[in-house]
Protein backbone atom coordinates (compact mmCIF):
# COMPACT_ATOMS: atom_id res chain seq x y z
CA UNK A 1 0.00 0.00 0.00
CA UNK A 2 1.31 3.36 -0.89
CA UNK A 3 0.99 6.53 0.16
CA UNK A 4 0.28 7.84 -2.81
CA UNK A 5 -2.12 4.82 -3.79
CA UNK A 6 -5.89 5.23 -2.73
CA UNK A 7 -8.82 2.96 -2.00
CA UNK A 8 -11.39 1.92 -4.15
CA UNK A 9 -14.35 4.79 -3.08
CA UNK A 10 -17.38 2.67 -2.92
CA UNK A 11 -20.24 4.12 -5.80
CA UNK A 12 -22.57 6.05 -3.32
CA UNK A 13 -25.71 7.21 -4.02
CA UNK A 14 -26.28 11.43 -3.34
CA UNK A 15 -28.59 10.58 -0.58
CA UNK A 16 -25.87 8.00 1.29
CA UNK A 17 -23.36 10.75 0.71
CA UNK A 18 -25.39 13.12 2.24
CA UNK A 19 -26.09 10.49 5.56
CA UNK A 20 -22.44 10.23 5.65
CA UNK A 21 -21.92 14.38 5.89
CA UNK A 22 -25.06 14.46 8.33
CA UNK A 23 -23.02 11.36 10.66
CA UNK A 24 -19.82 13.46 10.59
CA UNK A 25 -21.22 16.87 11.31
CA UNK A 26 -22.98 15.49 14.61
CA UNK A 27 -19.71 13.82 15.20
CA UNK A 28 -18.51 17.62 15.72
CA UNK A 29 -21.04 18.68 17.58
CA UNK A 30 -19.98 15.98 19.80
CA UNK A 31 -16.54 17.01 19.72
CA UNK A 32 -17.75 20.41 20.70
CA UNK A 33 -19.13 19.03 23.72
CA UNK A 34 -16.17 16.97 24.54
CA UNK A 35 -13.98 20.22 24.55
CA UNK A 36 -16.36 21.17 27.22
CA UNK A 37 -15.75 18.80 29.28
CA UNK A 38 -11.91 17.86 29.20
CA UNK A 39 -11.49 21.47 29.70
CA UNK A 40 -13.38 21.56 32.92
CA UNK A 41 -11.87 18.39 33.79
CA UNK A 42 -8.47 19.59 33.17
CA UNK A 43 -9.54 23.05 35.24
CA UNK A 44 -10.02 20.48 38.04
CA UNK A 45 -7.01 19.15 38.16
CA UNK A 46 -5.17 21.95 37.44
CA UNK A 47 -2.92 19.87 34.81
CA UNK A 48 -4.20 19.58 30.83
CA UNK A 49 -2.16 16.22 30.93
CA UNK A 50 -3.73 14.77 33.61
CA UNK A 51 -6.86 15.45 32.35
CA UNK A 52 -6.20 14.31 28.29
CA UNK A 53 -4.77 11.01 30.09
CA UNK A 54 -8.09 9.92 32.18
CA UNK A 55 -10.25 11.13 29.03
CA UNK A 56 -7.65 8.59 26.52
CA UNK A 57 -7.77 6.65 29.27
CA UNK A 58 -11.63 5.86 29.74
CA UNK A 59 -12.43 5.52 26.11
CA UNK A 60 -9.89 2.81 25.73
CA UNK A 61 -10.73 0.96 28.06
CA UNK A 62 -14.71 0.95 26.60
CA UNK A 63 -12.48 0.05 23.70
CA UNK A 64 -10.46 -2.68 24.99
CA UNK A 65 -13.90 -4.23 26.18
CA UNK A 66 -15.74 -3.84 23.05
CA UNK A 67 -13.51 -4.71 20.95
CA UNK A 68 -12.70 -8.45 21.49
CA UNK A 69 -16.25 -8.48 22.27
CA UNK A 70 -18.03 -8.37 19.11
CA UNK A 71 -17.01 -10.39 16.16
CA UNK A 72 -16.06 -7.71 13.26
CA UNK A 73 -13.66 -6.48 16.23
CA UNK A 74 -11.95 -9.94 16.75
CA UNK A 75 -11.58 -10.04 12.73
CA UNK A 76 -10.46 -6.75 12.52
CA UNK A 77 -7.41 -7.23 14.73
CA UNK A 78 -6.99 -10.46 13.18
CA UNK A 79 -6.43 -8.45 10.14
CA UNK A 80 -4.38 -5.70 11.73
CA UNK A 81 -1.87 -8.73 12.46
CA UNK A 82 -1.49 -9.77 9.27
CA UNK A 83 -1.28 -6.13 7.14
CA UNK A 84 1.51 -5.06 9.32
CA UNK A 85 3.17 -8.34 8.81
CA UNK A 86 2.80 -7.99 4.93
CA UNK A 87 3.73 -4.46 4.45
CA UNK A 88 0.00 -3.62 3.21
CA UNK A 89 -0.16 -1.54 6.25
CA UNK A 90 2.91 0.50 7.60
CA UNK A 91 3.94 1.25 11.05
CA UNK A 92 3.51 4.68 10.72
CA UNK A 93 -0.04 4.88 9.22
CA UNK A 94 -0.84 3.64 13.00
CA UNK A 95 0.10 6.47 14.86
CA UNK A 96 -2.47 8.67 14.16
CA UNK A 97 -3.46 8.82 18.01
CA UNK A 98 -0.65 10.91 18.64
CA UNK A 99 -2.33 13.63 17.20
CA UNK A 100 -5.28 12.95 18.80
CA UNK A 101 -3.89 12.76 22.60
CA UNK A 102 -2.24 16.36 21.63
CA UNK A 103 -5.41 17.80 20.95
CA UNK A 104 -7.12 16.29 23.94
CA UNK A 105 -4.37 17.74 25.75
CA UNK A 106 -5.16 21.56 24.54
CA UNK A 107 -8.98 21.13 25.13
CA UNK A 108 -7.55 20.55 29.27
CA UNK A 109 -4.92 23.11 28.92
CA UNK A 110 -6.72 26.05 27.01
CA UNK A 111 -10.69 25.95 26.59
CA UNK A 112 -11.06 27.54 30.37
CA UNK A 113 -9.32 30.29 29.33
CA UNK A 114 -10.02 30.41 24.98
CA UNK A 115 -13.89 29.05 25.87
CA UNK A 116 -14.97 27.05 23.66
CA UNK A 117 -16.12 28.83 20.59
CA UNK A 118 -12.37 30.71 20.18
CA UNK A 119 -10.82 27.02 20.50
CA UNK A 120 -12.89 25.80 18.01
CA UNK A 121 -12.20 28.28 15.69
CA UNK A 122 -8.22 27.55 16.08
CA UNK A 123 -7.96 24.09 15.29
CA UNK A 124 -10.50 24.73 12.45
CA UNK A 125 -7.61 27.25 10.80
CA UNK A 126 -5.31 24.53 11.28
CA UNK A 127 -7.36 21.67 10.18
CA UNK A 128 -8.32 23.32 6.86
CA UNK A 129 -4.81 24.23 5.90
CA UNK A 130 -3.71 21.25 6.64
CA UNK A 131 -6.94 19.29 5.44
CA UNK A 132 -5.30 20.49 1.87
CA UNK A 133 -1.95 19.13 1.93
CA UNK A 134 -2.63 15.66 3.07
CA UNK A 135 -5.41 15.45 0.12
CA UNK A 136 -2.48 17.01 -2.23
CA UNK A 137 -0.06 14.18 -0.96
CA UNK A 138 -3.05 11.75 -0.66
CA UNK A 139 -2.13 10.66 2.50
CA UNK A 140 -5.85 9.01 2.73
CA UNK A 141 -7.16 6.59 1.52
CA UNK A 142 -9.28 8.69 -1.02
CA UNK A 143 -6.21 9.06 -2.69
CA UNK A 144 -4.96 12.37 -4.40
CA UNK A 145 -7.19 15.45 -4.19
CA UNK A 146 -6.84 19.00 -6.03
CA UNK A 147 -6.51 21.84 -4.66
CA UNK A 148 -8.66 24.04 -6.15
CA UNK A 149 -9.42 27.69 -5.74
CA UNK A 150 -12.37 27.08 -3.74
CA UNK A 151 -10.65 24.96 -0.89
CA UNK A 152 -7.58 27.33 -1.22
CA UNK A 153 -10.27 30.11 -0.35
CA UNK A 154 -12.21 28.57 2.25
CA UNK A 155 -8.81 27.78 3.84
CA UNK A 156 -7.66 31.19 4.02
CA UNK A 157 -10.62 32.19 5.09
CA UNK A 158 -10.68 30.03 8.30
CA UNK A 159 -7.47 31.76 9.07
CA UNK A 160 -8.35 34.58 8.89
CA UNK A 161 -11.57 33.44 10.97
CA UNK A 162 -9.49 33.00 13.82
CA UNK A 163 -7.49 35.85 13.78
CA UNK A 164 -10.85 37.43 13.83
CA UNK A 165 -12.06 35.26 16.33
CA UNK A 166 -8.81 36.16 19.28
CA UNK A 167 -8.57 39.80 17.88
CA UNK A 168 -10.11 41.22 20.90
CA UNK A 169 -7.09 39.20 23.28
CA UNK A 170 -4.37 40.93 21.11
CA UNK A 171 -3.12 43.01 24.47
CA UNK A 172 -3.20 39.37 26.44
CA UNK A 173 0.33 37.43 24.87
CA UNK A 174 -1.15 34.66 27.53
CA UNK A 175 -4.59 34.05 25.08
CA UNK A 176 -2.44 34.10 21.95
CA UNK A 177 -0.06 31.89 22.98
CA UNK A 178 -2.65 29.55 24.20
CA UNK A 179 -4.18 29.69 20.87
CA UNK A 180 -1.71 28.46 19.50
CA UNK A 181 -2.13 24.85 20.58
CA UNK A 182 -5.45 24.61 19.26
CA UNK A 183 -4.19 25.91 15.99
CA UNK A 184 -1.20 23.10 15.76
CA UNK A 185 -3.79 20.22 17.51
CA UNK A 186 -5.88 21.10 14.23
CA UNK A 187 -2.64 20.79 12.01
CA UNK A 188 -2.51 17.47 13.32
CA UNK A 189 -6.53 16.19 13.12
CA UNK A 190 -6.21 16.13 9.25
CA UNK A 191 -3.42 13.62 9.04
CA UNK A 192 -5.08 11.39 11.66
CA UNK A 193 -8.23 11.32 10.32
CA UNK A 194 -5.86 10.01 6.70
CA UNK A 195 -4.15 7.46 8.84
CA UNK A 196 -6.64 5.97 10.63
CA UNK A 197 -8.79 5.87 7.70
CA UNK A 198 -6.14 3.47 6.29
CA UNK A 199 -6.45 1.46 9.37
CA UNK A 200 -9.79 1.29 9.17
CA UNK A 201 -9.49 0.24 5.21
CA UNK A 202 -7.16 -2.39 5.66
CA UNK A 203 -8.78 -4.25 8.41
CA UNK A 204 -12.21 -3.85 7.33
CA UNK A 205 -13.40 -2.74 11.00
CA UNK A 206 -14.12 0.74 12.60
CA UNK A 207 -13.83 -0.45 16.30
CA UNK A 208 -10.35 -1.81 15.46
CA UNK A 209 -9.19 1.46 14.08
CA UNK A 210 -10.37 3.56 16.64
CA UNK A 211 -8.80 0.73 19.26
CA UNK A 212 -5.27 1.44 17.32
CA UNK A 213 -6.24 5.48 17.96
CA UNK A 214 -6.89 5.31 21.32
CA UNK A 215 -4.06 3.02 22.25
CA UNK A 216 -1.42 5.13 20.83
CA UNK A 217 -2.45 8.18 21.97
CA UNK A 218 -2.96 7.06 25.74
CA UNK A 219 0.76 5.58 25.30
CA UNK A 220 2.18 8.46 24.43
CA UNK A 221 -0.24 10.44 26.67
CA UNK A 222 1.46 8.64 29.53
CA UNK A 223 4.62 8.83 28.60
CA UNK A 224 3.96 12.29 28.83
CA UNK A 225 2.60 12.59 32.12
CA UNK A 226 5.70 10.37 33.57
CA UNK A 227 7.51 13.35 32.26
CA UNK A 228 5.70 15.85 34.26
CA UNK A 229 5.11 14.36 37.30
CA UNK A 230 9.22 14.29 37.14
CA UNK A 231 9.20 18.03 36.31
CA UNK A 232 6.08 19.34 38.46
CA UNK A 233 5.03 16.73 40.71
CA UNK A 234 1.29 15.34 41.59
CA UNK A 235 -1.65 17.59 39.67
CA UNK A 236 -2.75 19.94 42.20
CA UNK A 237 -6.51 19.02 42.11
CA UNK A 238 -8.36 16.02 42.79
CA UNK A 239 -10.40 13.49 40.49
CA UNK A 240 -13.91 15.15 40.75
CA UNK A 241 -17.04 13.79 41.34
CA UNK A 242 -19.34 14.52 38.73
CA UNK A 243 -20.00 11.50 36.29
CA UNK A 244 -20.36 13.77 32.94
CA UNK A 245 -16.44 14.76 33.58
CA UNK A 246 -15.81 11.54 32.20
CA UNK A 247 -17.74 11.31 29.33
CA UNK A 248 -14.75 12.52 27.37
CA UNK A 249 -13.62 9.13 26.30
CA UNK A 250 -16.52 7.90 25.09
CA UNK A 251 -17.46 10.72 23.19
CA UNK A 252 -13.78 10.45 21.51
CA UNK A 253 -14.40 6.73 20.75
CA UNK A 254 -17.75 8.03 19.10
CA UNK A 255 -15.99 10.91 16.67
CA UNK A 256 -12.95 8.59 15.71
CA UNK A 257 -14.81 5.66 15.04
CA UNK A 258 -17.35 7.68 12.52
CA UNK A 259 -14.66 9.85 11.03
CA UNK A 260 -12.50 6.68 9.96
CA UNK A 261 -15.66 5.13 8.86
CA UNK A 262 -16.54 8.32 6.15
CA UNK A 263 -13.47 9.45 5.35
CA UNK A 264 -12.70 6.86 2.73
CA UNK A 265 -16.42 7.97 0.84
CA UNK A 266 -15.40 12.00 1.34
CA UNK A 267 -12.34 12.58 1.27
CA UNK A 268 -9.72 13.94 4.46
CA UNK A 269 -10.95 17.94 3.26
CA UNK A 270 -14.99 17.27 3.18
CA UNK A 271 -14.55 14.97 6.08
CA UNK A 272 -12.65 18.20 7.94
CA UNK A 273 -15.45 20.42 6.62
CA UNK A 274 -18.40 18.49 7.77
CA UNK A 275 -17.11 18.11 11.27
CA UNK A 276 -15.77 21.70 11.37
CA UNK A 277 -19.50 22.91 11.00
CA UNK A 278 -20.86 20.47 13.41
CA UNK A 279 -17.87 21.90 15.88
CA UNK A 280 -18.76 25.62 15.53
CA UNK A 281 -22.49 25.48 15.75
CA UNK A 282 -21.68 23.18 19.19
CA UNK A 283 -19.34 25.70 20.29
CA UNK A 284 -21.02 28.79 19.76
CA UNK A 285 -24.09 27.13 21.51
CA UNK A 286 -22.10 25.94 24.25
CA UNK A 287 -20.43 29.22 24.95
CA UNK A 288 -23.67 31.26 24.60
CA UNK A 289 -25.98 29.05 26.77
CA UNK A 290 -22.90 27.66 29.08
CA UNK A 291 -20.48 30.07 29.31
CA UNK A 292 -17.67 29.65 31.29
CA UNK A 293 -16.62 32.07 33.84
CA UNK A 294 -12.93 32.54 32.03
CA UNK A 295 -14.36 33.03 29.09
CA UNK A 296 -17.59 34.94 27.62
CA UNK A 297 -18.11 35.01 23.60
CA UNK A 298 -17.64 38.31 22.48
CA UNK A 299 -18.85 40.08 19.35
CA UNK A 300 -15.17 39.21 17.37
CA UNK A 301 -15.35 35.34 18.64
CA UNK A 302 -19.25 35.35 17.20
CA UNK A 303 -18.19 36.79 14.02
CA UNK A 304 -14.77 34.50 13.89
CA UNK A 305 -17.32 31.61 13.66
CA UNK A 306 -19.53 32.83 11.28
CA UNK A 307 -16.73 33.47 8.89
CA UNK A 308 -15.36 29.91 9.65
CA UNK A 309 -18.83 29.01 8.50
CA UNK A 310 -18.91 30.55 5.86
CA UNK A 311 -15.17 29.56 4.87
CA UNK A 312 -17.20 25.58 4.97
CA UNK A 313 -19.44 26.72 2.20
CA UNK A 314 -16.80 27.97 -0.01
CA UNK A 315 -14.80 25.22 -0.10
CA UNK A 316 -17.41 22.28 0.26
CA UNK A 317 -19.83 24.00 -2.58
CA UNK A 318 -17.35 26.02 -4.79
CA UNK A 319 -16.54 22.93 -7.16
CA UNK A 320 -20.22 21.78 -7.20
CA UNK A 321 -21.23 24.70 -8.40
CA UNK A 322 -18.25 24.83 -11.30
CA UNK A 323 -19.51 21.35 -12.04
CA UNK A 324 -23.15 22.97 -11.89
CA UNK A 325 -22.56 25.62 -13.67
CA UNK A 326 -20.07 23.78 -16.31
CA UNK A 327 -23.43 21.30 -16.88
CA UNK A 328 -26.04 24.28 -17.90
CA UNK A 329 -23.63 25.29 -20.04
CA UNK A 330 -23.53 22.21 -21.54
CA UNK A 331 -26.99 21.90 -21.69
CA UNK A 332 -27.52 24.94 -23.56
CA UNK A 333 -25.37 24.26 -25.98
CA UNK A 334 -26.34 20.30 -26.68
CA UNK A 335 -29.98 20.71 -25.85
CA UNK A 336 -32.09 17.95 -27.00
CA UNK A 337 -28.77 15.94 -26.28
CA UNK A 338 -28.82 16.07 -22.55
CA UNK A 339 -32.84 15.58 -22.38
CA UNK A 340 -32.26 12.23 -24.18
CA UNK A 341 -29.35 11.59 -21.59
CA UNK A 342 -32.38 11.56 -18.84
Known amino acids: MSVAGAATRPALSAGRRAGALGLAT ?6 AVQSRINGELGGRLGDGIAAAVVSFGLGLLVLLVLVPATRGGRRGLAALRGALA ?18 V ?6 VGALGV ?7 VAGQSGSSLLVDRAGVGPSGRQPVTVARLAGAVL ?33 WQQAVNGWVRVSTASTLTATLVNFAVGTAALLVAFAVDLALRGRPPGSLPAEPWLYLGGPIGVTFIAVAAAVVRFTGVLLLGLATIAGQVTGAVLLDLLLPTTAARPGATTLLGAGLTLVAVAVAALGGRFRAWSSATRSGTRRGPAVDGGR
Open 158 to 190: TVAAVLLAVSGRFGEPTALVLAVLPLLAGVGVA
Open 117 to 123: AAFTVAV
Open 26 to 31: VAGVAV
Open 86 to 103: DGTLRPWQCLGGVCGAFL
Open 105 to 110: FTQGAT
